[in-house]
């Protein structure tokens, strides 16, 4: 006999969705990595069915009750942090009826599939048809979704990626970049013209890329016995916590990319290894939000891994797994990882330049999911932000402007704010750990990496959703979330 | 509307039946392939849960009056072959509640889990523990099975595997092997001793293993836009008609295996790749049984992979992708590939030993499920046979005797005489091919296959389960399944 048993039966049903969910994230993974063509079809009538049977798991009549109930019992604080949890997953659920999500995943899936020859074409009218239509039910969303969380609806659907965030908030926090954004822009690119980088000369042999990348995982303290290293064309962290799937791609002409892109990953890879076991099955063992996911991503690529300190450790391996060479020498390898240049791509952009591309479309798909603009509108409003904030011209170019990313295709609107809120929320974790360890370089420029791991584990991925995330943040740091330390790593990297 | 509203709604559960068990299969294949090992409980558990799902839908309870009410709508041949196909899933999956389908699955998950570790330590005893309650869940649902389909208990389980199968017939046709079976090894033997064949000398680098047997198996018109080929321990095809994956294994000492593997795993992957695309998501769609499965990889494997004439095609692919050696003349490649030597170990046997292993397999476990003898007397009746049909003393040697498959570790009881029974088959389609083609044997040897490939198209894959077995092998080759087939073909390619 339980003293919680609504609470229990609400976990049973939720370990059910988890063994569901790992289903879901395998064959993902493998849609990514190693299905043949022909495949693609079949595939995504199963991930439907198996989408919506999850749908309706989450929304079960049962579970309304249950949670109701489940509030009187008597529960100790992890179990009243997973309850709240529970109640954010069915509340987000039950705002939307099981046709709606059913066309609104057919309309992304078309249109994304269309989107992948519509983009090399250049093809932004055909694309637009497609996208009004995501737009239009990716907007009935937002009010179903605005009605039941009480939440404006571009908030209702950013609630989904970063619970509690909110667009003023967001505001608040991008206003202040975009006040010192592009002069730190120019004065890095005038500071680094003066500078000579040496180019590393290839090729590389796509096997030793491999094992350096996996040498590399293992330095991060990645456990192979709970994941691997794969290869897709689009570079994302998979699977499930007990088996973490991580991809990178290749190229023979440069070894910088596969390199960076899988310490990024290895940062997200090693939340997910280190959800708590105990905890694993449910709602608040998962990852406290995606900014937080990002955070660790960042910490491990931008605050160490592109860190003057790192270097020392990464150039002999450079020179060890790819042969040695000019370019190889920790200063070069730094230069190499921090050249600032204002570009079209957010994927390939710097850690200096790369806000100004999620400003921007933070604040198009807002007004856009606001009803404040239209599809017609994007191509004239990212012009006139791409000039204002990196000096870039994209007139015409919709291929390299707003038909570069995959996230309004499928209607992820809400989750672009998540990366740079990511990129401060990692910088406000190293200036935490500095304040604790003085001599944190030259421990990291020795191999030493516990000062940075023990402390991510420790404070962000054990706590997994057990807080939310202000009361994460203040835990961890001692205050909210504060753009200043953004700044200030910036400047202390590009400009110090 | 439909003139058959309940076939149609039978038609829709069935094919989210079909959905589920995509994903059902694309994690089996994972797990054989690429799944580390710390990933094991969890995905043991999401398979559980799916498993357990997939019961429910075949199980549910508006099916039965739906079944009923559809045998009196007016349905097409085709149809009517597909709601037969219905009944019987059903039949066999509510003949099983719930929790003994669930015990038996954790049941055969422990003793396959210890049977790793208890197999190469020859421990018996250990072994014999787990198995025992395998055995005990086994036959408790061969009791429920049998109840509900009036069959005997054995033929029952064999009944999942291979409709419309009774042991009655197994025994008469392997009664007829055994009659002549020993014999005609030692004539094999005989004649062997005094033949030279010289051995190709390795090593064999894994990569032109893999790009030769992906050469083998464009040669054999497999569709690479749908399926792959991977590496797993026990080579296996698996995946979905749309996608179909399948595996083999590279030993850098020999070619051999991991080429006849590839090719008879190719046979089935055709089959699957083939069921006719129109009606795929039903059961009509399905392979017609196992042994006919087996059909196609013996056709691929024995009847084509090992003949003389694919000799001519093998040899200057050996050649090209391993390099020029005495060995790899057609003559004497042929000869690596129809060397006869009993021995101990099932998938290691030769096309003429191989009857033995199967034999002794199917008479023994008919044994145990109908009651007749216990785990206990399993050693005893193992090295009996095998010093009977094959001379080989296995006295005392558990890990390389009864130990060495894992079928009955983990239930799959009634499954072994599918082996020999589609070695038989694969015997009378190639008789009933050549009565077609007189000049088969030059053709192939020309690389002319479609004289092969079209017959099995347009007999077998095309066909799935539109047909009962017996009525597939009367339509396809002229009369039932006839042994002496079989027996025609091993004395003229082992004595002619």
Request: glycine share 6%; net charge negative.
């Amino acid at each position: 006999v339980t003293a919680h048993p609504s609470y229990d039966q609400l976990s049973a049903a939720f370990l059910r969705m988890y063994r569901f969910e790992h289903l879901q994230a395998i064959a993902m993974w493998d849609h990514a990595t190693y299905i043949p063509p022909g495949g693609n079809d079949a595939r995504s009538a199963a991930m439907g069915e198996l989408a919506a049977h999850l749908h309706r798991l989450r929304t079960a009549p049962e579970l309304a009750p249950l949670l109701a109930s489940a509030a009187t019992e008597a529960l100790d604080e992890l179990a009243r942090a997973n309850l709240r949890e529970m109640q954010r997953v069915h509340r987000h659920a039950t705002a939307l009826p099981d046709a709606l999500v059913h066309e609104a995943t057919i309309a992304g899936a078309r249109c994304e599939h269309a989107w992948r020859t519509q983009r090399p074409a250049n093809d932004w009218a055909g694309f637009a048809v497609n996208l009004k239509e995501v737009v239009r039910l990716t907007r009935r969303q937002a009010e179903l979704l605005s009605d039941q969380l009480g939440l404006s609806k571009y908030d209702a659907l950013m609630d989904r990626f970063e619970p509690g965030m909110r667009s003023a908030e967001v505001d608040r926090l991008f206003g202040a970049v975009k006040s010192w954004l592009p002069e730190l822009i120019r004065k890095v690119r005038a500071r680094q013209a003066k500078q000579t980088v040496i180019a590393a000369n290839g090729p590389f042999p796509l096997a030793a890329q491999k094992a350096l990348c996996e040498r590399v995982m293992k330095l991060l303290q990645f456990d192979f016995d709970g994941g691997r290293l794969d290869v897709s064309t689009h570079p994302f962290t998979g699977g499930v916590p007990e088996d973490v799937r991580l991809t990178t791609r290749y190229s023979a002409d440069q070894f910088e990319n596969s390199l960076m892109g899988t310490i990024h990953e290895t940062g997200h890879a090693r939340y997910e290894q280190h959800r708590p076991r105990a905890w694993l099955g449910q709602p608040v063992s998962e990852a406290r939000s995606m900014a937080i996911h990002e955070s660790q991503s960042l910490s491990f690529e931008m605050q160490l891994g592109r860190s003057r300190a790192f270097m020392q450790l990464l150039a002999p391996l450079l020179r060890e797994y790819l042969g040695a060479q000019p370019a190889f020498e920790p200063d070069n390898v730094f230069g190499l990882y921090t050249r600032v240049r204002p570009g079209f791509i957010r994927v390939d952009a710097d850690e200096v330049t790369y806000p100004a591309h999620v400003i921007l479309r933070y604040e198009i798909e807002r007004l856009l999911i606001e009803g404040e603009c239209e599809v017609d509108d994007i191509p004239a409003l990212w012009d006139e932000q791409m000039m204002k904030l990196l000096e870039v011209d994209t007139r015409g170019n919709y291929k390299d402007g707003p038909m570069q990313d995959i996230h309004w295709t499928d209607g992820a609107y809400g989750y672009f704010p998540c990366y740079t809120l990511g990129a401060m929320y990692a910088a406000q974790w190293f200036a935490t750990i500095r304040t604790q360890r003085a001599a944190l370089d030259s421990e990291i420029a020795r191999g030493e990496l516990s000062g940075v791991l023990d402390w991510l584990q420790a404070n962000i991925w054990e706590n997994a959703s057990r807080f939310e995330t202000d009361e994460l943040t203040r835990r961890a740091s001692g205050g909210p979330l504060d753009p200043a330390h953004f700044k200030a790593h910036l400047e202390a990297r590009y400009l110090g």
